[in-house]
């Protein structure tokens, strides 16, 4: 039985608690939060757990050992730090931290004290991803030609981070996840229209072998949009995350190139086959994150989503925002 810490019950820590609780092999000893408010809701939905206003209760307890970190991303560093000093396993809200020294730090504490690190990258836990990321290893789509996703609404907008931060780490984890290439250089352009922070941004990530990615997100949409198209040599597939049913969308679409001998010009042929949608497992990818997270505790494995993939993340983000500074400046990494 693992038994859990809680920092921060706010819009995240609801979901972290109650599959937390609901998981065999876990069990939620206390929950912290600096807001009244959220306390009174801790007590009412979770009579039995401790509830106090002090992380250093959790971290300190003996009692517990592994504290979930969701709170915003300037304090993931110092609490997770505390968490690891104090022999605690540590799962931490996306992004990691708020710099690559941070994740650093925090990634040579836990090796060093042999313990686990694991970054709520939740979307690698979804049935479309894991889908598509065996057809990706299965070679279905062929050489990778490119990934380009959408993910825009109308706010919540954030006091602390601007849009890149907030809403990238999704799509960047997932990138980490499924390309097998190292990034290479990143370009990022936005704007800032009502708090300070950019609220539109787009970012373009160039791998080796041509690959290339590109993430547009934004506060400012009319409307929600969840749309990815990752495009390969043999086929291309749409992944629309706000479907119900059909949330990926595999085309037997593509181009091949002849030459003909002597002649300059190519010779392009359009290839238009069938369409069709594997069948997803419909899963809430939380409760299986937490569960591979206590898997990984009880038998020593390092998780897919540990520190490592955190940091890689977090330089992304970092280099993004470098380039967004300078106006769209490539930024190598």
């Known amino acids: ?3 859990f810490g809680v920092i921060g019950y706010g819009y995240w820590g609801p979901n972290v608690v109650r599959n937390l609780e609901q998981l065999e092999g ?5 929950v912290c939060d600096k807001s009244p408010v959220s ?3 801790i007590q009412k939905t979770h009579p039995t757990v401790k509830v106090t206003a002090d992380s250093s209760e959790l971290v300190e307890s003996t009692e517990i050992d592994a504290i979930a970190v969701v709170t915003p991303v300037w304090t993931h560093f110092e609490l997770a ?3 690891l000093q104090n022999g605690k396993h540590v799962f931490v809200e996306k992004p990691f931290t708020s710099n690559t020294a941070q994740a650093e730090e925090l990634i040579n504490l836990a090796e060093q004290k042999n313990l686990k690190i694991m970054v709520d990258h939740t979307f690698l836990f979804t049935g479309a991803v894991k889908k598509i990321s065996q057809l990706l290893d299965e070679g279905a789509l062929g050489k990778l030609y490119y990934y380009d996703s959408t ?3 109308l706010g919540l907008f954030q006091h602390d981070v601007n849009v890149i ?3 990238a780490p999704h799509d960047l984890s997932v990138i980490d996840h499924l390309i097998k290439e190292t990034p290479e250089a990143i370009v990022a352009t936005g704007q800032t229209h009502l708090n300070g922070h950019e609220d539109i941004a787009f970012i373009t990530i160039y791998f080796p072998n041509k690959i290339i990615a590109h993430i ?3 506060w400012l949409s009319p409307v929600k949009v969840r749309t990815t198209l990752i495009g390969g040599e043999k086929k291309m597939l749409v992944w629309n995350d706000l479907e119900a049913d059909e949330k990926i969308k595999i085309y037997d679409k593509g181009v091949d190139i002849t030459t003909r001998q002597g002649l300059y010009n190519l010779l392009v042929n359009y290839r238009s086959g069938d369409m069709w949608s594997p069948q997803v497992n419909r899963v809430e990818a939380l409760s299986q994150e937490l569960a591979y997270f206590i898997d990984c505790i009880s038998h020593n494995k390092t998780p897919k989503n540990d520190g490592a ?3 890689r993340v977090v330089k992304m983000l970092e280099a993004a925002t470098e380039s967004l500074g300078r106006r769209g400046a490539f930024v190598y990494l």
């Not at 876990?26 to 206390?30: D, K, R, T």
């Open 1 to 3: 039985m693992v038994k």
């Open 26 to 30: 876990s069990e939620v000893v206390a």
């Open 39 to 41: 306390r009174k809701r």
């Open 81 to 83: 730090k505390a968490a």
């Open 151 to 153: 993910r825009v609404n």
């Open 165 to 167: 931060w907030d809403l």
């Open 216 to 218: 547009n997100v934004n």
């Open 309 to 311: 993939a955190g940091l």
